[in-house]
């Protein structure tokens, strides 16, 4: 992997301790405000973006990674499109981690960009969360439900 730039890639915001020392470990508190769902997937997101982005600063020589960039690159587009809601189609949490989980594992590769990009789009009315909702309703009330995103639910969610 290229090396990163972790001041411009990584957010701080929201983690971390409470300010205490660590002496007292029963005294720190847990900050994170994001939904157990959504920390995994946020985790996973940050890194792919920064190597998206790191990747644009490799020398143009290197020619063997180049398809594997191309696919990278489509794939972080397809996730960038899938941020973009439109007013008042707000999502749910579990809407959130199952859209942004699809988008950047690749379920959509076989789909050309710009239809994946369709397909991911539209907030709580996307095309991707209408198929979710007709045919596998049983994946989302398992993300909600979950304190934790599990293997076992990603699963489900790549068959559906």
């Not at 900050?31 to 959504?38: C, G, H, Y």
């Not at 972080?76 to 707000?90: E, F, I, N, W």
């Not at 579990?94 to 907030?123: H, I, N, Y």
């Amino acid at each position: 992997f290229p090396a990163l730039v972790s001041g411009a890639t990584f957010s701080r915001f929201g983690l971390g301790g409470s300010g205490k020392s660590d002496a007292q470990p029963e005294a720190r508190q847990h900050r994170d405000v994001r939904a157990p769902a959504l920390q995994a997937v946020a985790a996973h997101l940050r890194l792919q973006l920064a190597l998206e982005r790191d990747a644009g600063f490799r020398p143009g020589g290197q020619s063997a990674g180049q398809d594997a960039d191309g696919v990278h690159s489509a794939r972080m587009a397809a996730v960038r499109a899938s941020l973009l809601q439109p007013p008042r189609t707000p999502m749910q949490t579990e809407e959130m981690a199952a859209v942004l989980l699809s988008a950047c594992s690749g379920a959509l590769d076989a789909l050309p960009a710009d239809e994946a990009a369709r397909c991911l789009r539209g907030g709580s009315g996307g095309l991707l969360l209408q198929h979710l909702r007709e045919a596998a309703p049983k994946v989302l009330q398992r993300i909600a439900e979950e304190r934790e995103l599990s293997v076992e639910a990603a699963r489900e969610l790549e068959v559906a």
